[in-house]
């Protein structure tokens, strides 16, 4: 690709919105290393562009068609940095007055493309002008000029996808490559739960079967639907990132994909296994801190030896398999209760929802226990001098004094306070939520409510994870480090970053074969391997995939510190396969193709 300009437009440039941002910053350096010169493509939003952006002055022959687009289309356009590694090249685009001709812009998209668009809001209405200005700046770019030779424009998404329609219907002298992470009708059906997705999928490609168009008229999502079609077809390479989403794309899109774009990470940027090992120790201390703050004023239970599991991403209950692992979870509490074992299974749910606040109570526990860890921390000075003088003496250390009577005072007020039994059971979830939810309710009906007689614990933490949080205090992959497994059996995902992070940062993980990665990692597995444990829910009902989690969880609660070990260094390994020096050739592939093709 060293003689290709290539350029990469988003809704998600330099403006964080879901899990194509990840996509995006991870592979960046592969993208600027293997072509001529890279830009960045993405919409102007001041508040985003106010920390993720860095404004320079554009060359001449650009700024002259900046120029141009503004006064004969009032398009404003902002050259500059995105500040991510490499800093890329970034050009943002504001659509500014042609946002005052966004009926204009649907009109054309349904006389040309039969996009029904009529009744839409601004969901649809802001992404579609933006595109539509980025299509009006691109071709302007390459009839000036300024863009010349090898040009692979590569859009994502159908919010992108009106700027790739502009250049195919005015012919512009760019090679085109539309990825679609998944398709709106697909995660608009298994959002709702209306239908079994994959029946309709396989139902679909019968002869005489189920009309995707007609069934987005059903759930409301024609317009969408229609640009994400009319942009897949009419893309020089039309791409998605996994084999479960290709199958997807070819029944909903009508076009199969010309080449599978899995999702990767840049593995240098996770931490060799022998540091794995160390963030681990370090955030577990504070993550028992926590649990112990948490706990301790309603019972005493025993955290040190628990075993900690995570399920995170957004809120959705089904696609992200949220059912599932409470499900589960509720059954391994309920054998657990039977066996008399009594080793806890801590489980973290990072699913933000809206909350009120944090709970004052909670606030209150963490804040004496936080009191009590400087009071101690304050006193090792003193204690280390009182009995290296004592061994020095000769003096037996029980008579030493080590503990003076100020300090025991302190901690005995402290420790009473902390210790001060209140009343019912600790909450399940450390805020106050705005109202209750289907994790709430799940949690409910499964009985995890954090009985000292339960051995899963539970904590909805529903807030996105921060050093400033207040409460547990700790960034995202730290948090994660702190844990040992990572659960994600989600029924709807079109790769699933998570489970491969968890992997990354050395950590059992579970998967399903309805995830991208899933699907990816399966071939590469033993038999029974719980390294990585992928859950068939492919063709079985719900309660087989709860069944088949409760039967995972309780093998990794057994297993020994060396088995589990082994499998987090196994983890790790496979984690590599997902590695962009690995995966980004099948962008090069996709590009050359394009060329190819244009």
């Known amino acids: 690709m060293e003689d290709v300009t290539l350029l990469e437009v988003s809704y998600e440039v330099a403006n964080k919105v879901g899990g194509i941002y990840t996509v995006l910053v991870s592979k960046m350096s592969y993208a600027i290393d293997n072509a001529k010169t890279y830009y960045a493509v993405g919409p102007y939003y001041q508040k985003s562009a106010a920390s993720e952006f860095k404004q320079e002055s554009p060359p001449n022959d650009m700024k002259a068609v900046f120029d141009d687009v503004e006064r004969t289309h009032g398009i404003r356009c902002y050259y500059g940095r995105w500040l991510v590694e490499k800093g890329p090249r970034t050009i943002l685009v504001d659509p500014h007055k042609l946002r005052e001709k966004t009926n204009d812009v649907k009109f054309r998209l349904w006389e040309e493309h039969k996009i029904d668009s009529w009744q839409t809001d601004d969901w649809f209405n802001d992404p579609v002008v933006w595109s539509k200005a980025t299509g009006i700046v691109i071709q302007k770019l390459v009839e000036s000029g300024f863009l010349k030779g090898n040009v692979v424009v590569h859009f994502h998404e159908w919010l992108s996808g009106a700027g790739l329609l502009h ?78 989403m290709a199958r997807e794309c070819q029944f909903v899109l009508g076009r199969k994909p010309d080449v599978i774009l899995s999702n990767g990470l840049d593995m240098n940027k996770f931490p060799p296994m022998e540091n794995v090992f160390k963030i681990h120790d370090k955030y577990r201390h504070r993550l028992r801190d926590f649990l112990l703050g948490y706990f301790l004023p309603y019972y005493e239970t025993e955290m040190d030896d628990a075993l900690v599991c995570f399920i995170s991403g957004r809120y959705e209950f089904r696609n992200k398999g949220i059912d599932i692992f409470i499900g589960a979870l509720g059954k391994v509490n309920e054998r657990l209760k039977k066996s008399g074992n009594g ?35 304050g006193e090792k000075g003193r204690i280390e001098k009182d009995v290296l003088k004592a061994f020095l003496s000769g003096k037996p250390q029980k008579k030493c004094g080590v503990f003076d009577e100020e300090f025991l005072n302190k901690l005995k007020e402290l420790g009473t306070r902390l210790k001060k039994k209140e009343a019912g059971n600790p909450p399940i979830t450390p805020f106050d939520m705005a109202s209750e939810n289907s994790i709430t309710s799940a949690l409910v009906k499964n009985g995890l409510l954090n009985r000292k007689s339960d051995r899963v614990k539970v904590i909805y933490y529903p807030v996105y994870l921060s050093v400033k949080d207040g409460l547990l205090g700790i960034d995202y992959y730290n948090a994660m480090a702190a844990c040992d497994v990572g659960i994600f059996p989600s029924y709807y995902e079109s790769w699933g970053y998570t489970p491969l992070e968890t992997a990354a940062l050395g950590m059992q993980a579970v998967t399903t074969d309805l995830s991208g990665y899933g699907r990816f990692i399966k071939s590469y597995l033993q038999n029974g391997e719980t390294s990585i444990s992928v859950i068939h829910r492919d063709k079985k009902p719900d309660s087989s995939a709860v069944r088949e989690l409760e039967e995972i969880l309780l093998r990794i609660y057994g297993m020994s510190p060396e088995e589990r070990l082994k499998d987090c260094r196994r983890a790790k390994e496979l984690s590599m396969l997902a590695d962009w020096s690995r995966l980004f050739e099948n962008y090069v592939r996709a590009y050359e193709m394009a060329l190819k093709l244009h």
Do not use: C
């Not at 085109?176 to 396989?202: M, P």
């Not at 299974?345 to 526990?365: C, L, M, S």
């Open 167 to 244: 250049l195919k219907s005015n012919n512009v002298k760019a090679a085109t490559v539309f990825t679609t992470h998944s398709t709106v009708l697909g995660r608009t059906i298994a959002e709702t739960g209306r239908e079994d997705l994959y029946e309709i999928i396989n139902a679909g490609f019968e002869k005489g079967g189920i009309n995707p168009d007609q069934k987005a008229y059903e759930y409301n999502v024609h317009a969408k639907h229609m640009m994400e079609k009319a942009t897949a077809v009419n893309a020089n390479v039309f791409t998605t990132v996994s084999e479960i």
């Open 343 to 377: 080793k806890n299974i801590v489980a973290f749910i990072w699913i933000p929802a809206e909350t009120r606040g944090r709970k004052p109570t909670v606030v209150e526990h963490l804040r004496l226990l936080e009191d009590l860890d400087e009071i101690v921390e």
